[in-house]
């Protein structure tokens, strides 16, 4: 497989596409005024303890109090080894305290960011776990002899009484010793500048800023497979070139600057597939569908047959539908970037085998999935049940925001509705209040049904409360919108 990484970069938006043999497969948005969070470090105060949620609130210096679990707070041993779980929160916090505290989730829609006390700090082969005596090997290297090549090379490389757990990265699969240690030896002194910094450092501020975007996207997730790098800003160019030839040596021939008059992101029609991937509804090639609900609580994805009728048999369409849509499935959640309970409805099918063959191809279209993910089992009513590990907002909540009129239902009421809830409200009115007329001010749509079908009605409802009623149209009011003045 062939992966291309494209990046777009305006001044106050960095964009960056993951392209996978021709077809778009991930963005990723970074934007000056909301860079993302995950990985910084703060020196935060504990503002609020909460003993029955087992959790506290610390004040980062972000507009909203970030969350602190118990269970992401590390807790050394008396004599400073290992670890400990003390029984309750007020055990290990309390108001007005300060601690080092690292962000392993965004703030997402109205939650403020997640934060951890276990400190972590990424290199492109390795991550140091200050404070950790393990060394711990991705599951993403297979290879059991690799698996300990790399883990005996690192703890080697470790000098006595180091206080430092270390996690090898899939990156350092094929490694040599000496890149595995002058990482570790980044890391080290890295580590000691910020364990300084923070010592100086005010509460509430922030104590080490990780990576922009793109020097983060190589760092993370470039692998062996990856044929070329078109940046086409050259200042940036500039700034990530020494970069690569630093950290990530094997991949300075695979960097390009891109001066074309066409813009980058329309090389592989990524503008397209951005705007496609906003829409509920996902066409399959097929001619079958996915409609794709994202809700606060979970996402849903409904698989249907649409116009593909198939060519020998009701069971055979149904299964090929489930198999093209399990794949499609899997680039619209990496695409999307939706993280959390995900509930995938596919068509019902009848034979076994076939169900298994699409939780198969479910399966191992997820093994490209950088994120983590976990598929729980089918329920009883046929629905697969998975979770995908969310630390950033979803590409529709960096894009977009709720439909002022719906307020994000997605429907409004109808004219009709709205001129029932008037006549209600002129009722209401007419009893409380001694007036001569009334009048009604409502949008186009509801004003010119009240003058038209509901036009009798209105007639009636005047000679019931003796009173004129008047309308006036009032171009700025959604359909929902409406007043009813007394004069």
């Keep these: 497989m062939s992966e291309e990484i494209l990046v777009n970069v305006t001044p106050r938006e960095t964009r960056v596409a993951l392209v996978e043999n021709g077809v778009l497969q991930e963005v990723f948005v970074e934007r000056a005024?909301?860079?993302?969070?995950?990985?910084?470090?703060?020196k935060?105060?504990?503002?609020?303890?909460?003993?029955?949620?087992?959790?506290?609130?610390?004040?980062?210096?972000?507009?909203?109090?970030?969350?602190?679990?118990?269970?992401?707070?590390?807790?050394?041993?008396?004599?400073?080894?290992?670890?400990?779980?003390?029984?309750?929160?007020?055990?290990?916090?309390?108001?007005?305290?300060?601690?080092?505290?690292?962000?392993?989730?965004?703030?997402?829609?109205?939650?403020?960011?997640?934060?951890?006390?276990?400190?972590?700090?990424?290199?492109?082969?390795?991550?140091?776990?200050?404070?950790?005596?393990?060394?711990?090997?991705?599951?993403?290297?297979?290879?059991?002899?690799?698996?300990?090549?790399?883990?005996?090379?690192?703890?080697?490389?470790m000098e006595p009484g180091e206080s430092h757990g270390y996690i090898v990265r899939t990156a350092a699969e094929g490694a040599d010793a000496e890149t595995l240690r002058a990482d570790m030896t980044f890391l080290r002194k890295l580590w000691l500048s910020i364990q300084e910094r923070a010592v100086r450092a005010a509460p509430q501020s922030i104590v080490h800023e990780d990576l922009p975007l793109v020097l983060r996207i190589l760092r993370d997730m470039v692998g062996t497979a990856v044929e070329k790098v078109r940046i086409d800003s050259r200042e940036t160019f500039q700034r990530v070139t020494p970069f690569v030839e630093e950290f990530i040596p094997e991949l300075a021939a695979q960097l390009e600057y891109y001066p074309g008059e066409r813009p980058v992101f329309d090389l592989y029609g990524v503008e397209d597939e951005i705007q496609k991937s906003l829409e509920r509804k996902v066409q399959l090639k097929s001619g079958g569908y996915l409609i794709i609900d994202q809700?606060?609580?979970?996402?849903?994805?409904?698989?249907?047959?649409?116009?593909?009728v198939g060519h020998r048999n009701l069971e055979e369409t149904i299964f090929k539908t489930n198999l093209e849509a399990a794949q499609a499935i899997v680039r619209q959640l990496r695409l999307r970037n939706l993280g959390g309970i995900i509930i995938i409805d596919f068509i019902?099918?009848?034979?076994?085998?076939?169900?298994?063959?699409?939780?198969?191809?479910?399966?191992?279209?997820?093994?490209?999935?950088?994120?983590?993910?976990?598929?729980?089992e089918v329920s009883s009513l046929g629905l697969v049940q998975m979770t995908r590990k969310r630390t950033r907002e979803s590409l529709e909540h960096i894009l977009c925001e709720p439909c002022p009129t719906c307020g994000g239902r997605g429907s409004i009421k109808t004219a009709e509705t709205v001129c029932y809830e008037i006549f209600r409200e002129i009722l209401r009115e007419a009893r409380q209040f001694d007036a001569e007329k009334l009048m009604v001010l409502a949008a186009q749509e509801v004003v010119d049904l009240l003058l038209d079908e509901e036009s009798t009605s209105l007639a009636e409802l005047e000679a019931f409360i003796g009173k004129p009623i008047q309308l006036q149209v009032e171009a700025l009011y959604t359909q929902e919108q409406y007043d009813v003045v007394l004069m």
């Design 33 to 42: 005024r909301r860079r993302g969070l995950v990985g910084n470090i703060y």
């Design 44 to 157: 935060g105060v504990v503002t609020r303890v909460l003993p029955g949620m087992q959790a506290a609130f610390v004040d980062v210096g972000l507009d909203r109090a970030a969350f602190l679990h118990a269970s992401d707070i590390a807790v050394a041993d008396d004599d400073g080894a290992g670890e400990r779980r003390a029984d309750s929160i007020t055990q290990l916090l309390h108001e007005g305290q300060e601690r080092l505290v690292q962000v392993i989730k965004d703030p997402l829609g109205t939650k403020g960011a997640r934060l951890t006390t276990h400190v972590t700090i990424p290199s492109r082969c390795l991550v140091l776990m200050p404070g950790a005596h393990n060394v711990g090997v991705s599951q993403r290297i297979e290879d059991e002899t690799e698996r300990q090549r790399v883990k005996e090379i690192v703890t080697d490389a």
């Design 295 to 308: 809700t606060e609580a979970m996402t849903t994805i409904d698989v249907n047959t649409g116009a593909y």
């Design 348 to 376: 019902d099918m009848s034979q076994e085998d076939h169900k298994r063959q699409v939780l198969r191809a479910l399966e191992k279209s997820l093994e490209r999935d950088h994120a983590k993910t976990h598929i729980s």
